[in-house]
């Protein structure tokens, strides 16, 4: 584990910034493929930072509203650059609600801008597996075996390795220019969609490893139940998308 990277006498945190060298890599590579998907790179590009902007806020006002102790002694806390104090689950949910809103002020075509953005969201899912490595979060369950790594006094499952090489493998096959990623003739949002669905399964296979799942009624795992609807609708919306587009007719055909 590495949560602190020193620098000389610079102390800084090595999650966020492997999340920030994460994202710009993730943001570069998306913008590279928009072409395969008809879409914007300018677009991309503004629609990624306005999500990244709010999620950040987001996420600090998150926290703050289930710890607001601090925050109204000092009002300023919410400006102190403290990975720590973000709620990660509020940041997403409100960066994702303002790409949302951003691509609809826009009138970006949803499914296409999807597509495209998928090279980001490959990209994070890689990179927060390196960050909870770095971190010591999301950490295995206790295993003897021999590739276990000693974490918080245990031998464990390297539940973060599972998750980054899952994620590499994920990344692999949505890449532009496999088949699952070539759009000339399948509807748009496919590439988008059969992401949804890897990430899901993965994760209700790779949950079994984990050593801090959150439990509902003591006897299921949070994630597995959200990955089940999740995997769920990307593969009715994967049968939809797997219909090939109509051809476009050649001057030949269209001649009388």
Partial sequence: MLPILQIGPLALP????????GFWIGLDLAE???HHFGADPKAIYNLALVAMIAGLVGARFAYAAQSPGPFLENPLNLLTPRPQMLDSAGG????????L?????????LWSTLDAATSLLSALAVTLGLVNFA???????????????????????PSQVYETLAALLIAAIVWPG???AQHSRLR???RFWVFLALSAGARLFLETFRGDSTLVWNAFRQAQLIAWPVL???????????????RPASPEEGAP
């Avoid at 997403?92 to 790409?99: D, E, F, R, S």
């Avoid at 809103?101 to 075509?109: A, D, E, F, I, S």
């Fill in 14 to 21: 090595a999650p966020a910034l492997i999340l920030l060298v």
């Fill in 32 to 34: 590279k493929h928009a």
């Fill in 92 to 99: 997403t949910m409100i960066g994702l609600l303002a790409a």
């Fill in 101 to 109: 809103v951003y691509g609809w002020l826009r009138k970006l075509p």
């Fill in 135 to 157: 971190s010591g979060d999301a950490f295995g369950a206790p295993a003897q075996l021999p590739w276990a790594i000693q974490l918080w006094g245990e031998a464990r499952h």
């Fill in 178 to 180: 496999r088949p699952v």
């Fill in 188 to 190: 748009p949002g496919f």
């Fill in 232 to 246: 769920a609708v990307s593969l009715w919306q994967i049968g939809r998308r797997l219909e090939p587009l109509p």
